[in-house]
């Protein structure tokens, strides 16, 4: 199936530093999303960016939507334990009633206390 | 209020059986997505409902069916399973242009 390039695959960090992963695509996207997944749960959606140059915080994230609309990145900054998870990206294809999300492979985060 | 509930949470079924997995919205939305998860991957589209009428479609082969209620609550349904449809399945609600939340899915086994 069809899906984004997302990097690193997986990070371990020590609690306090920051962190950085991105993900880039062939195509366009007029929307992307940054969704966190915990063991045995559904994606939560951390943070939506609608416009090309965008770049939307939600607390200590930091999302930006690229230039070119094929590329997006997320910040966590001042890392905690529970930033524990796996991370990803969703570019959008379509509008409203008729959209489908197409998704990177993921980031597993470590963090260590 | 309630987020976007799943049934069963887990089920385990032996190839060539056929399964149907339920869906609730969360409250006020009417478009219903529904993703396949396999282990260590991100989630792949399977179709979206709108409206009772399926409006987009992903990659997956016609033994992927489903179906919304007029209440928009949704079915998945797989006839003929098969040992590669073992993963967590998601549905994801929405209202117009806002973005999808995810229930916790179903996790799907098939021995």
């Known amino acids: 199936g069809q899906q984004l390039n997302q990097s690193p695959q997986s990070m371990f960090i020590q609690e306090g530093e920051d962190v950085s992963m991105n993900c880039t695509s062939s195509?366009?996207?007029?929307?992307w999303l940054w969704y966190k997944q915990d063991p045995g749960e559904g994606p939560v959606l951390l943070i939506a960016?609608?416009?090309a140059g965008e770049l939307t915080s939600n607390g200590r994230l930091t999302a930006q939507f690229g230039i070119t609309r094929k590329d997006s990145f997320l910040n966590i900054s001042a890392s905690i334990p529970s930033d524990v998870g796996i991370y990803f990206c969703a570019g959008q294809l379509g509008a409203g009633n008729n959209r489908k999300l197409i998704w990177g492979l993921g980031t597993s985060l470590a963090v260590n206390p | 209020d309630a987020g976007v509930t799943q049934s069963p949470t887990h089920l385990i079924k032996t190839r060539g059986q056929q399964v149907t997995l339920r869906c609730s919205p969360k409250?006020?939305?009417?478009?219903v997505s529904w993703y396949q998860q396999a282990l260590g991957q991100g989630p792949q589209f399977i179709f979206q409902?709108?409206?009772?009428?399926?409006?987009q479609r992903g990659n997956f082969p016609d033994r992927f069916s489903g179906h919304q209620f007029p209440n928009y609550s949704s079915e998945l349904n797989v006839n003929a399973l098969l040992l590669g449809d073992s993963a967590l399945y998601l549905c994801?609600?929405?209202?117009?242009?806002?973005?999808?939340?995810f229930g916790d899915g179903t996790r799907l086994s098939i021995l």
């Open positions: 409250s006020g939305h009417d478009t």
């Open positions: 994801a609600s929405s209202l117009r242009s806002q973005p999808q939340h």
């Open positions: 409902y709108y409206e009772e009428e399926e409006r």
């Open positions: 960016l609608y416009k």
């Open positions: 195509s366009i996207f007029n929307t």
